[in-house]
DNA sequence: ACCGCCGGGTGCC
DNA sequence: ACCGCCGGGTGCC
């Protein structure tokens, strides 16, 4: 995906509640008065804000005008400020200024003042101010307006200077692109894991973000003054420094290991940090520090740390008389991560994971690890030095802020930083001046009113990092949060990041689109597995070849399967003759997963309950839930029809359509007479039918009664021939049907394979355990996963795999490529072998195409598709896997 | 002069 | 503010 079009997702924005619900109603200019008092300075086309002071003891209609840093410039003059204190307070309008001259008067001048606010609110808002003798105008005359979508003279001039500074910024952009980012450094010598070259590249563009002294983006040096091209804000103190940025590399690329390289690599100046050099002499006393890994889901689900361990932190060096005094600490700059989840931490903390050892792999409800730093000084980091790490987490960690001080890196959640925020009068975390603050998985934290976005804005740092692949999930809105935490001003603070981003860039301002292209290119380095550094691959991945097996059915198989299709294309083409093929979906999309199931095992087939009529309302509600598991367990990975999105809590309506119960509940609301969007049928929030849940199905015939089919054949003379050629390959064997991988156990065990298992149902742990047995090369482990198409999610690393089986073609050509990058990925050594079965003759055939179909359409448009275009889409889909 | 005029004091909200 | 406004001083020319 390229910037822009990232960009242009970023506009759609889900939330409410936005200026940019608001337009522009009107126009006045108005007067500052009392700039005599006041230190905060204008700068001529500086954006001014505007604040309500219903205090103020001479006047309770006070509006305070404020400039970019926040500083009080001045009043708005009070005839003017009667009728807009009402309209402030009353919400009708926002008010924003913007100083169009007269910047250096002593005692007033004027500001053109602008008033946003939903449609309905016009009227109100002009009547107010007509009231008061003031009239609303649409322009000003001759003055300079920010952003204006209008054409005017004054526009044109002023667009006409940004952009000339727009162009510098741009070409500072460029030599970072040139230099910094490309630029590759070694890490400290202490780090012994080999980096690779994309690794080096972050770790110096990370370095250099630490140790520069550029000014931040929009910031420039004007004869002895710095100023900020985008508010025309200008002031005699340089402003503060940005250290720091967006890692926003693709998964797998290995953030988290070039965050631990730099935080050993550039504590000062590029100069390592400093650690303590053990002596063989202290080595063999064992000096050894047990620091605790709480690994778990959840931190409620949490087994509390047992006092023997505990002692033994004690005894291991962190003596309890050094937890006491929880005095602010001054000296000594501290490394702090910020870890999302322990499962994640775990997975991805690099070096350190090989020194985790598991210590109850039965427990059931959490695992502890032991890390043991000196083990990990052996094998991963040069064996003479110690970095010290504290896990502060779990009920008994040490709120000590000594303690914490003392650290080279503490690691905690941000659960337990919003809990101890929370208590605000105990919260170490919050006195600590840590040298650097490091948001693993920062995309986590991207709603500015929760608790835990507030505790991760108070820590006060030198440096700030957000490590995310994904660092804008769902609009701009997630990079405010972004910006405000790495203290870029003035965009930390709301009013200017929706006015000079947010809003332009909505509205369709190219300038705003720049501005926060620079922005974010400033800070940011994000790469993916595609990216290109001067003509060559950023990682250079083994190669990747896909084959199309196709199966022939056997005479029985081909009879069952034609005599199904022709039931169901009599039936299927009677709702198209009706018009009701919509109505009739989930039986529909019943009959296309039968003839799928069959293409892949008649086994998998349940008895057909389809169409018949449901009496009682209890037998219409187990009908309906039939329906629902029907359409999840198919693995048709259906999207919900409103948000388009993958299905979150689905829910079924009366007239048998499944969508994610936010989405339709949303629609039931806001219509008075709530119609199915697929429908047209009436539907009520309180008669949605929810999903049960993860049933026993009932069992496939594993047992006795086994039978092959012409695909399960295909598969395993493709694995028995592989283990002959060579016993070491591992291989996925990828289904939608969780039962039809059931199915295939049977022969495997029969052969004698090896197998591991990993489907949705599994529980975390469970599932943890089957990627640890798998990706173990050591003989006797499982060389074959049943891997189910949609099981966990990005992120698992499967590369022990070097061949894959696709056993049946999925509606959704990404998902399945999706599955193929967990083994084609870094740390693949082998070539990867695909191999993906298709009956001919069949259904499958006609999804294939379907898959092309769309492959192309994501890659010419990106275009939005609307529920109604969705709809005609299935239906053509239907047509043309029917052959109707 | 219950005015006009002068000139000093003063000045956001 | 090289203004406006206020209110005290003042009062033919």
Known sequence: MTISQEIANLTEDSGQDLPEENVQIGSIQGTVVGLRYYTGTVNRGEMVSLVREPQNPYDRNAVMVANVYGRQVGHIKKELAAPMAYIMDNNLARVEGVVPYGETNKFSMPVNLTFWSKEENRDAVHNQMRRHGFKLGTEFKGSLIWYSTKTSLGRDLLIFVTSYQLKNAFDKLFDDLMEDKTREMEPAEAVCTALLPHQK??????????????????WEEKSGLYFNVLTNFAVKERPEKVLGGILADDMGLGKTLTTIALIVSNFHNGKPLPLEQITMCCRTLTHTIVILFICVDHEESCEPVSSSHLKRLHADGVSADTIEEDAPQKKGWLLFCVLMQCTLLFESLGFLKHFIKKKNSNTHCSRSYFISIQDQ????????VTLKVYLYYGAERKRSVKLLSEQDVVLTTYNVLSS??????NSPLHKVNWLRVVLDE????????????????ELQSERRWILSGTPIQNSLKDLYMLMSFLKLKPFDVKEWW????????TMGDRVGLKNLQVLVKGITLRRTKNSKVAGRMLVQLPERRVFVQHVTLSEEEREEYEQVRKEGRKIIGSYFEEGTIMTNYADVLAILVRLRQYCCHPGLVAKYTGADDPGTPNELREHLINKITLVLNSGSDEECAICLDSLRQPVITYCAHVYCRPCICEVIRSEKQARCPLCRAQIKTRELVEYPGEEMQAG????ENWRSSSKVDALMSNLLKLRQEDPTVKSLVVSQFTRFMDLIEVPLREYGFSFTRLDGTMAQKTRAKAIQDFQDSSPGNPTIMLLSLKAGGVGINLTAASHVFMMDPAWNPAAEDQCVDRCHRLGQSRDVVITKFI???????????????KQELVEKAFGVKKPMDLKQARMEEIRALMEI
Do not use: C, Y
């Open 498 to 505: 929706s006015r000079i981003i947010q809003r332009p860039v």
């Open 377 to 384: 000084f052996e094998q991963h980091i040069r064996a003479d």
């Open 700 to 703: 496939a015939a594993t047992g």
């Open 201 to 218: 590249q972050a770790l110096s563009w990370m370095t250099s973000r630490e140790n520069s002294n550029d000014l931040p983006p929009f």
């Open 839 to 853: 009956v001919k003759d069949s259904v499958e055939e006609n999804m294939v195409k379907i898959q092309k179909k």
């Open 442 to 457: 920062g995309h986590v934290v991207r709603n500015p009113n929760a608790l835990q976005s507030k505790a991760v804005l």
């Open 420 to 425: 101890d925020f929370g208590n605000k009068a």
